[in-house]
Structure formats: structure tokens, C-alpha cells
């Protein structure tokens, strides 16, 4: 990397974590350093929660998912316009009434403290592996792409975090995030600009998306319902809805950014600003992934994008095939550039568009190179059978290393960085409440002045700081990270979101009850996860709540 880009990359960085320590200067209790002072504007809590969400997965793995699996993954959001409007209507007005710091002091005013800490606990776990995830997913990669050592760069990505979030709390994690989602929306959009001015002469945007489309890739919608399946309308409205209901309205590393707005109608217009602009970000995302891909039909392309793998094929006796099949790899390429380049100059001189055969043509090729994508993956594994052989996350970093120009390299890769830090902030600081709030000043040291609390709120960050970036040195690399997170978040997250409900609108449902189901739901979602069925977690989301609720219902009738 240039020099320039060092430079840029350093310098957004260090600006990112002044202007939060500057932003938070003035926090000084434990209450403000948990909620902050209570007292953004909607946009802040937008942008704030946008950059929750948006992690480093969203701009390493979503580009590589349009890239080799098209648009469909923009189905996985159709639930969360559903999902927002229900949350201020129902949810956000009982949390600003109850003025509670945390989403789980609710559930011990309606049930008992056994719930609240059953809850919270639920919280920490899932959240705390998913924080992991958030800082491993962007470090193995650049450590692939650059050789850096992991443990060290597991360090350095969650060392800048821990100390603005250690020094202001909640209110450095929602003011850093304005600045961080404008650099990443920033990005995204040069992303694709930058795409799209490198295609031939004569290839538009609407030829791109025409080529695109002819291998299936610019297709939305799969209204084909399969429980297998795990992006389709319906997986996307009703399984998905029940997931963004629970981490929106039960993940305190959400709740805690709309709880910080100054009035319940800022935080409602925040919620509705996510969810309605979200949908349109995410669709971006992908179609940067769906450009890349264009663009690897005029520009070759390795068949494996991974060169950490290749590398160790390279030191094996599978070197001979690897090489036989990038060989075959190249004379496709050659064959649909030629095809490609023949159709940009006729439709220069005037032609026509792409013809049926040749999309028939175009999607066959576009299978063959499936199939020896295949056959690599498995000569990698067999050169190492305990690594990852997939590299999907890997396509948008080597396209942006090789092929954008110097300085804005820089950029996105701070992009990168921004995207990580704004989600890891968000999580330390969510952990950091609850397990203060919900269970230390709650159950263990209850009758302590402020001053303690303050102080043990920051060595809670630092301690879940050092928690995560453990846990992340020795995590293994999922088939794709963004579906990693969601995966993590739906084993737990319809559990959590059934005793939410029952809570608000089962209300002769008591403690009790709610506890042994939850317990019991917990136990079936482990079960069908592990060793049943993987791909249909979506629907494990309403599931976990409708047995959570219906449980508690038939527990509190046979108790009473």
C-alpha cells in the first residue's frame, strides 16, 4: 500500500477517535456514561443506529455475497420497515415512560429479578461472541491480505475503541458514529462510482446491469417459499421481521442508542429513519458486489480470491491440478470477454442488447466456473484441512487493493475500519450497561456511591474489550460473516424477544412461568441448531418467540 494511503487511513482513524474524545468530554457519572445525557437529535440516533448495524462484515462480506450470489440478500431486510413501525408504536413508549437504562429493567418491574438476570445474561453471551465476530471478521482479512499478524491486529482494531468508549460511554459511541457513517456512506458510493468508470468504453450502467442479470445476479425477489432456503420474501418478511423486532427492541446495544435521544418523538424518528434507509443501503452494498463482478468479466479474475490459500496449495502435490483448473478458468474468461468486448462495440456502432443466446451462453460459462470454483475449494481444504477454504469475504478487498487508485485506497480501507469500530463501540458500550446495571449494582454490590459505579462502568469496558479480542484470536472463519453474526443473533434472539412479548401482551403470564419456558425454548432452538438445521435459522426467530409465549401461557394455566 502507498505511502498517501497510510497517510489517509491513519489520519481519518485518528480524527474518528479525537473528535469522540472531544464529543464525550464532559461525562462524568455513571448514569451519563451508561445512556449518555439523553439528549440527540433523530439524526444522530439514525445514523447512530445505522452504524450498529453496519459493521466491517457489512463492506468485506456483503460485496462478495452480490458478487457471487446476486441481489437476493436484500430480501433478508424487507422485515425491518415491519419491524420499526411496530417498535414505536408499541415498544418505545413504555421504555421512555419507564425511563430505564437498560431494555432488561423492564422485565424485573413486570416480572421479578430472576427474569431480568435470566435475560441480560441471554444478552451478554450472544452479544458478547457476536462483538467477537465483529473484530475477528475485518482482521482475518487484512491479515490474509497483508500478512499482519492476527492476535496483533485483533489488538490494535479494538485498542482505538476501547479507549474513546472507555472515556465517554454512550454518548463518544453515538457522536463518533455520525462521523463513521459518513465515511462509510462516503465510501460505498465511490465504491461504486469508481466500478462503474472502470468498465470498457461503451459499457453503462444499464449494460453492466444487463450482463449482470443474464447469470441471475440482479434478481430481488424468490418468492418461492422453502424453509431451506435461507433468503426469500418470506423468509425476509416473516422470519427476518421477528429478528430485527428482538435486536432492535430487546438488544441493548440498540436500545441503548434510541434511549440516549432527547424525546420519545427523536428516537421515534430515528428508529423510522433506519428502517426505511436501510433497505436502499443494503441494496447498494450489493450492487457494488454485482459491479465487481462485471468488472471480473472484462478483467481477470483468480479463480480463487484467497491468496493466503493459494499460496499453501502452492507448497502441496495439488499445486498440478490447482494450476490445471486456473488454466480452464482463464479460457472462460477469454471466451466471455471476447463475447462481451464483440456486443460493447456493436452497440457503440448502434446493436442491439444482449440476444437470448447469448445470456444462454454467458449463464453456461457462468456454471462451469462454479463448478471449478468447487473443485478449488476442495483442493484447499486438502492442502489444509483445518483452514477455511471459502473466499467470498476476500473479493472486494483484493478489488480494492488492486485496482482503485492511490489515496482512496486509504479511504476505503478506513471505511473498513470505521465500520468495525462503530459496531464494536456500540457492543462494548451495551455490555458495559448491563453488566453494570443488571447484574453488578443489581445483585452483587448494591449500596456503593456513583463514583464507584462510574469507575467500575469503564473497567467493564476494558474488561470486555480484552473478552472479545481473546475470544477472536481463536475463532474459526465462517462460510460467510454476515451470515455469521445473523446466525448467532438467531439462536438467542427469539428466546429473548418471546419473554419481551409475553411481557407486554400476555399480562397474566407471570415470573415463573415465562422463566421455565424460556429455559425449555432455549434448550429446543440449541438443539434444532446444532443438529437439525443450520440454513433455516431465520425461522428460528419466530419460532423461539411463539414457544416462549406459548408456554408461559400453558405453564401459568397449570401452575395457578
Known amino acids: 500500500m502507498a505511502t498517501l494511503d497510510w497517510i489517509v487511513l491513519v489520519g481519518s482513524l485518528a480524527f474518528v477517535v479525537l473528535y469522540g474524545l472531544w464529543k464525550s468530554r464532559s461525562i462524568e457519572s455513571s448514569e451519563n456514561f451508561l445512556a449518555g445525557k439523553r439528549d440527540l437529535p433523530w439524526w444522530t440516533i439514525g445514523l447512530s443506529i445505522m452504524a450498529t448495524q453496519a459493521s466491517a462484515i457489512t463492506f468485506l462480506s456483503t460485496p462478495g455475497q452480490g458478487f457471487f450470489d446476486g441481489m437476493e440478500f436484500v430480501q433478508f431486510y424487507f422485515g425491518m420497515p415491519i419491524a420499526m413501525i411496530f417498535l414505536v408504536v408499541f415498544i418505545l413508549p413504555v421504555y421512555y415512560r419507564l425511563r430505564v437504562t437498560t431494555a432488561y429493567e423492564f422485565l424485573e418491574q413486570r416480572f421479578d429479578l430472576r427474569m431480568r438476570t435470566l435475560t441480560a445474561a441471554l444478552f451478554l453471551i450472544q452479544r458478547g461472541v457476536a462483538a467477537a465476530i465483529s473484530i475477528y471478521a475485518p482482521s482475518i482479512i487484512l491479515c490474509a491480505v497483508f500478512g499482519w499478524n492476527l492476535a496483533m491486529t485483533n489488538f490494535l482494531m479494538a485498542l482505538f475503541v476501547v479507549i474513546y468508549t472507555t472515556s465517554g460511554g454512550s454518548a463518544a459511541v453515538s457522536r463518533t458514529q455520525e462521523l463513521q457513517m459518513t465515511i462509510m456512506l462516503s465510501g460505498l458510493v465511490l465504491a461504486f462510482v469508481l466500478v462503474l468508470f472502470q468498465l470498457p468504453e461503451g459499457v453503462g450502467l444499464s449494460d453492466a446491469w444487463q450482463i449482470a442479470g443474464a447469470t441471475g445476479k440482479t434478481k430481488v425477489l424468490d418468492w418461492s417459499f422453502d424453509i431451506h432456503d435461507r433468503y426469500n420474501v418470506?423468509?425476509?418478511?416473516?422470519?427476518?421481521?421477528?429478528?430485527?423486532?428482538?435486536?432492535?427492541?430487546?438488544?441493548?446495544?440498540?436500545?441503548?442508542?434510541?434511549?440516549?435521544?432527547?424525546?420519545?418523538?427523536?428516537?421515534?424518528?430515528?428508529?423510522?429513519?433506519?428502517?426505511?434507509?436501510?433497505?436502499?443501503?443494503?441494496?447498494?452494498?450489493?450492487?457494488?458486489?454485482?459491479?465487481?463482478?462485471?468488472?471480473?468479466?472484462?478483467?481477470?479474475?483468480?479463480?480463487?480470491?484467497?491468496?493466503?490459500?493459494?499460496?499453501?496449495?502452492?507448497?502441496?502435490?495439488?499445486?498440478?491440478?490447482?494450476?490445471?483448473?486456473?488454466?480452464?478458468?482463464?479460457?472462460?474468461?477469454?471466451?466471455?470477454?471476447?463475447?462481451?468486448?464483440?456486443?460493447?462495440?456493436?452497440?457503440?456502432?448502434?446493436?442491439?442488447?444482449?440476444?437470448?443466446?447469448?445470456?444462454?451462453?454467458?449463464?453456461?460459462?457462468?456454471?462451469?466456473?462454479?463448478?471449478?470454483?468447487?473443485?478449488?475449494?476442495?483442493?484447499?481444504?486438502?492442502?489444509?484441512?483445518?483452514?477455511?477454504?471459502?473466499?467470498?469475504?476476500?473479493?472486494?478487498?483484493?478489488?480494492?487493493?488492486?485496482?482503485?487508485?492511490?489515496?482512496?485506497?486509504?479511504?476505503?480501507?478506513?471505511?473498513?475500519?470505521?465500520?468495525?469500530?462503530?459496531?464494536?463501540?456500540?457492543?462494548?458500550?451495551?455490555?458495559?450497561?448491563?453488566?453494570?446495571?443488571?447484574?453488578?449494582?443489581?445483585?452483587?454490590?448494591?449500596?456503593?456511591?456513583?463514583?464507584?459505579?462510574?469507575?467500575?462502568?469503564?473497567?467493564?469496558?476494558?474488561?470486555?474489550?480484552?473478552?472479545?479480542?481473546?475470544?477472536?484470536?481463536?475463532?474459526?472463519?465462517?462460510?460467510?460473516?454476515?451470515?455469521?453474526?445473523?446466525?448467532?443473533?438467531?439462536?438467542?434472539?427469539?428466546?429473548?424477544?418471546?419473554?419481551?412479548?409475553?411481557?407486554?401482551?400476555?399480562?397474566?403470564?407471570?415470573?415463573?412461568?415465562?422463566?421455565?419456558?424460556?429455559?425449555?425454548?432455549?434448550?429446543?432452538?440449541?438443539?434444532?441448531?446444532?443438529?437439525?438445521?443450520?440454513?433455516?435459522?431465520?425461522?428460528?426467530?419466530?419460532?423461539?418467540?411463539?414457544?416462549?409465549?406459548?408456554?408461559?401461557?400453558?405453564?401459568?394455566?397449570?401452575?395457578?
Open 234 to 560: 418470506w423468509s425476509g418478511i416473516l422470519g427476518a421481521t421477528f429478528l430485527f423486532l428482538s435486536y432492535f427492541g430487546t438488544d441493548q446495544s440498540q436500545v441503548g442508542r434510541y434511549l440516549s435521544g432527547k424525546s420519545l418523538r427523536e428516537s421515534r424518528f430515528g428508529l423510522l429513519f433506519n428502517g426505511f434507509i436501510k433497505i436502499p443501503m443494503q441494496f447498494l452494498v450489493l450492487s457494488v458486489g454485482v459491479m465487481v463482478y462485471v468488472f471480473y468479466q472484462f478483467n481477470a479474475a483468480p479463480l480463487h480470491f484467497n491468496q493466503v490459500n493459494r499460496a499453501k496449495v502452492a507448497r502441496t502435490e495439488h499445486e498440478a491440478a490447482f494450476r490445471q483448473l486456473e488454466a480452464r478458468n482463464d479460457s472462460l474468461f477469454l471466451l466471455k470477454k471476447n463475447l462481451l468486448e464483440d456486443l460493447a462495440a456493436a452497440k457503440r456502432s448502434g446493436g442491439g442488447d444482449l440476444t437470448p443466446e447469448n445470456n444462454t451462453q454467458l449463464q453456461t460459462w457462468e456454471n462451469e466456473r462454479k463448478a471449478l470454483r468447487t473443485e478449488a475449494e476442495a483442493l484447499v481444504k486438502k492442502a489444509d484441512p483445518k483452514g477455511d477454504s471459502k473466499d467470498k469475504d476476500f473479493v472486494f478487498i483484493n478489488f480494492i487493493l488492486q485496482h482503485i487508485p492511490v489515496g482512496l485506497v486509504g479511504l476505503m480501507l478506513a471505511m473498513i475500519f470505521c465500520a468495525s469500530w462503530s459496531t464494536t463501540a456500540s457492543e462494548l458500550s451495551a455490555l458495559t450497561a448491563t453488566s453494570l446495571s443488571d447484574i453488578y449494582r443489581r445483585s452483587i454490590v448494591k449500596d456503593r456511591d456513583d463514583t464507584h459505579y462510574f469507575r467500575m462502568s469503564r473497567w467493564f469496558t476494558v474488561g470486555w474489550g480484552v473478552f472479545i479480542v481473546i475470544f477472536a484470536t481463536y475463532a474459526d472463519l465462517f462460510d460467510n460473516l454476515i451470515q455469521a453474526v445473523n446466525m448467532v443473533g438467531s439462536v438467542f434472539y427469539g428466546t429473548i424477544l418471546g419473554i419481551f412479548f409475553t411481557a407486554f401482551f400476555l399480562k397474566s403470564v407471570q415470573g415463573r412461568a415465562v422463566f421455565w419456558a424460556a429455559v425449555a425454548t432455549q434448550a429446543v432452538i440449541f438443539y434444532l441448531f446444532f443438529f437439525v438445521d443450520k440454513d433455516a435459522y431465520l425461522w428460528y426467530n419466530p419460532l423461539g418467540c411463539g414457544l416462549v409465549m406459548g408456554l408461559g401461557w400453558v405453564l401459568q394455566r397449570v401452575w395457578r
